[in-house]
């Protein structure tokens, strides 16, 4: 960057003229590129999946490794800046940006290290789930991931983290058995169950509050190469009788099956005829991550469900499957969800979900019903802040568009289908899941009054300071 003094938010939210020999001084102990506005990259860097969030962070410090990550992290220490952390800048609410302060970037720290005979693999922070997928399927092992490849595993894994495995394993952080993590004091420390135990249980769902992880050491599992997976689709009008029918799919199938309901009007893919594009449709994507000489007789029952109109529901690769939503929500359009847990599949919360599908006003947008009922349920409520141990279904309510002048029509529309839906939730909320607009209430949902103690009285002694408040901040929520 071309070096001359630069203003930028502090902590307590004035603004601050930082002169060019200290700017000087961050970029000699930085290794990365630190781009300013009107940087070639800046743009690219400073732009997140959802474009509803437009900030300018005054700077942009792209990290090559961890010790750039201590050195961002003393510069925003030392000088009282307002910084956010940038994993695969997936988060709805947009924590990755934030105006006029320091953008510490670690998407370019992409590194992967699969141990095959320890079934464990250390990644990057900067990793997305694809980064990971692809090079634990080498060894026919995977991570407990979400449903899109181009998610950052950082903002996934310390939120919680649900997938098609979620039902075997759990959430994502129940499967981590380390991390490196830079904390406020700009020290670097190893959090597992045998070192730092505190800060470990803090970063298993208590995401961006208590440090920046700069790479995670998941526990594998055998799954793939191939797997039974895929998505048969029917008419809109059927969707009453295709959620009866997932409704009684999901209570009677094994572990290694996992079903996500989906309702929308059907985007022009090939492989949906040309005379339903752009009709509403419901669809049940599958996928059967056991033993392939089970696979066939527990999809079957889906295949032969009423009168499909499109069935790619096959033997596939692992990684195909991990890949198939991700053309549905690109980067760069824009996105408002809202989201419940439900303890289970009551015939009024499926009307609810019928009767929304019936709103969406966007050709983008859709109802999700997600299955994670299994492992995750069977751990103790302060296992970790991921907590909601009483969920079984995740129910997202997911708008999406292109032009600003539809963001009230699409905004009305979610928060509409939320109050159908929210009779039916446990109570609790998926953090990683919240708009910019959610805030202390469900936090407090997120985490429940126990644990958000807990969490308030560790951010006190991990982060004083409140550096790390660009986030789902739990600080003074413990003391409601
Ligand atoms: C298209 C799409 C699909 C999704 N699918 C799923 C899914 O299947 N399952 C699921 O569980 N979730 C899913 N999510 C939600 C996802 O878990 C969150 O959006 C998550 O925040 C994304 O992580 P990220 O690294 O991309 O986010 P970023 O926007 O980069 O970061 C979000 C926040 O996470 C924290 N954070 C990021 N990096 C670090 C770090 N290194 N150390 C500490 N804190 C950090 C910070 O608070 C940061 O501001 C999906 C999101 C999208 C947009």
């Given amino acids: 960057m071309s070096i001359e003094a630069i203003e930028l938010t502090t902590l307590d939210g004035k603004v601050k003229e930082l002169a060019a020999e200290e700017l000087r001084a961050f970029q000699s102990a930085f290794r990365g590129p630190i781009l300013k506005r009107g940087d070639p990259g800046y743009d690219d860097a400073r732009q997140i999946w959802n474009a509803m969030i437009d900030r300018r962070p005054s700077l942009v410090a792209r990290c090559t490794g961890t010790a ?4 961002a992290v003393r510069f925003a220490r030392d000088h009282g800046l307002l910084s956010s952390v940038k994993g695969g800048g997936h988060n709805i609410a947009g924590l990755a940006v934030c105006e006029r302060g320091l953008m510490i970037d670690l998407s370019l720290m992409k590194g992967v290290w699969v141990d095959a005979a320890a079934r464990t693999a250390r990644a990057q922070a900067g990793c997305t789930l694809g980064d990971v997928d692809r090079e634990t399927q080498l060894h026919g092992l995977a991570g ?6 181009a998610t950052g595993i950082a903002g996934l894994t310390t939120g919680g983290g649900f997938g098609y495995l979620t039902r075997r394993y759990g959430w994502t952080c129940d499967n981590l058995v380390s991390m490196e993590v830079v904390t406020a004091d700009g020290k670097l420390l190893r959090a597992s169950d045998s070192e730092n135990q505190e800060l470990f249980w803090c970063l298993r769902g208590g995401s961006g509050n208590f440090g920046i992880v700069t790479s995670f050491e998941y526990r594998l599992h055998p799954v793939g190469p191939e797997v039974m997976a895929g998505m048969v689709a029917w008419h809109g009008e059927d969707a009453p009788k295709v959620l009866r029918f997932f409704r009684e799919l999901t209570a009677a199938a094994p572990r290694e099956l996992t079903c996500v309901a989906q309702l929308r009007n059907a985007p022009p ?29 527990l999809v079957a029952p889906i295949k032969a469900f009423g009168k499909p109109v499109a069935d790619i529901l096959v033997r596939r690769p692992y990684t195909q499957m991990q890949s198939l939503l991700d053309g549905a ?4 359009r824009r996105y408002y969800w809202k989201s419940e847990y439900l303890p289970g599949l009551q015939p009024a919360a499926l009307d609810a979900v019928a009767t929304a599908a019936t709103h969406i006003p966007s050709p983008h947008s859709a109802i999700l019903l997600f299955h994670i009922g299994g492992a995750l349920n069977e751990l103790p409520a302060d296992h970790s802040p991921a907590g909601n141990r009483d969920a079984a279904f995740v129910c997202n309510l997911a708008a999406s568009w292109e032009s600003s002048s539809d963001d009230a029509a699409n905004i009305a529309w979610a928060r509409q289908s939320w109050e159908w839906i929210r009779p039916f939730s446990t109570g609790g909320a998926y953090l990683n899941f919240m708009t910019e607009e959610e805030g202390a209430e469900r936090i407090e949902a997120a985490y429940g009054k126990t644990i958000v103690k807990r969490l308030g009285s560790l951010k006190r002694k991990y982060d004083p300071q409140n550096l790390f408040q660009h986030t789902k901040n739990v600080l003074g929520i413990d003391a409601g």
Avoid at 68 to 71: E, K, R
Avoid at 144 to 149: K, L, Q, R
Avoid at 272 to 292: D, N
């Fill in 68 to 71: 750039d990550v201590v050195t």
């Fill in 144 to 149: 407990v991931f979400g449903f899109v490849s």
């Fill in 269 to 297: 893919a090939p492989w949906l005829p040309k005379e339903i594009h752009g009709k509403p449709i419901v669809a049940i994507l599958a996928c059967h991550s056991g033993r392939p000489e089970d696979a066939e007789k």
């Fill in 329 to 332: 929500q690109p980067k760069g």
